[in-house]
């Protein structure tokens, strides 16, 4: 094949891959979403006193943080995306944990989404927003500051996607000593990011050697979008395993309690009559 004709197919390619990028430019599900446990969809709808699981799930090393390729931002298709609608509870507890803690330090990011339906996947390169390292989002993204923020838009409602607000984040990885790709900073431990007490009243959690958790409280009904990565890249990697457990409000839980209570009262007496 003669350069002329290896120019042609060049341009040609890069003419489609252009017209690709514009397509994609233009619609919704940049990311797409893992299933839970049990045959429950990526949709999963959960209600207080109820959890949802997933065992054995994968992301890259460095998929959340530390990627020196990315300025140390998150890459979006290396990691995995969680969708689920929560009813009213008074905590929802975010549990991460790596099934080899030495080979995986996991991340994980929560935004609430509202109730008008689940996580829309935000648009490709929306706005043309690119990040220092010269990527454009999700490929590279900011999974760490409020919606808004560089980095971001892709998945903000009125822009790119239909997420409402960023509750907050934990990474078990070291922090990074940016800032990051997008001007973000990124640190170890968890951390509330609220703007708002719309979604959640309060944000706390915990990370260590091959797990984080996230503790929201508070909680309001609706949709929920999780993503989960690796943040230190110099691990050899680990499958992980992710738990989601909802906390019914006191009094919903007493009730519970008191009914259950009085049933197995009235199981007892007719035994003996």
């Known amino acids: 094949m003669g350069r002329g004709t290896r120019g042609c197919l060049w341009v040609g390619w890069m003419v489609v891959a252009g017209l ?43 998929a959340m943080a530390n990627n020196p390729s990315l300025d140390g931002s998150a890459w979006a ?22 099934q080899t803690p030495s080979a995986f330090a996991p991340g994980v990011a929560a ?15 929306w706005g043309g927003e690119i990040s220092t390292a010269g990527f454009g989002t999700p490929h590279s993204f ?26 907050g ?11 990051g790709g997008w001007g973000e900073t990124i640190l170890h431990g968890a951390h509330d990011t609220r703007v708002s ?7 706390a959690g915990s990370a ?21 990565g690796g943040t230190d ?7 992980y395993d992710v738990t989601i457990t909802a906390v019914p409000e006191p009094g919903t839980a007493l009730l519970t309690g008191l009914g259950l209570a009085l049933l197995g009262l009235g199981r007892g007496r007719g035994a003996r009559s």
Request: hydrophobic share 45%.
């Open 197 to 203: 007490s719309v979604f959640a009243t309060a944000v």
């Open 77 to 98: 298709h290396t990691g995995a995306w969680w969708s689920l609608h929560v009813g009213t509870v008074d905590e929802l507890v975010i549990r991460v944990e790596s």
């Open 111 to 125: 935004w609430a989404i509202g109730n008008a339906g689940p996580f829309d996947g935000g648009t490709t390169s």
């Open 20 to 62: 690709l990028w514009a397509g994609d430019a233009l619609a919704v599900g940049a990311v797409s979403f893992q299933t839970w446990d049990g045959g429950l969809s990526e949709a999963h709808v959960m209600s207080a006193g109820s959890s949802a699981t997933r065992t054995g799930a994968a992301a890259a090393p460095s």
């Open 142 to 167: 900011n999974a760490y500051s409020p919606l808004g923020s560089a980095g971001t838009l892709w998945m903000q409602a009125g822009e790119g996607g239909n997420a409402q607000e960023l509750l």
């Open 208 to 228: 260590g050697a091959g797990f984080v958790e996230l503790v929201l409280s508070g909680v309001q009904a609706g949709w929920l979008a999780l993503y989960v």
């Open 169 to 179: 984040y934990a990474i078990s990885g070291p922090s990074y000593a940016g800032p």
């Open 233 to 239: 890249g110099s691990l050899s990697g680990s499958l």
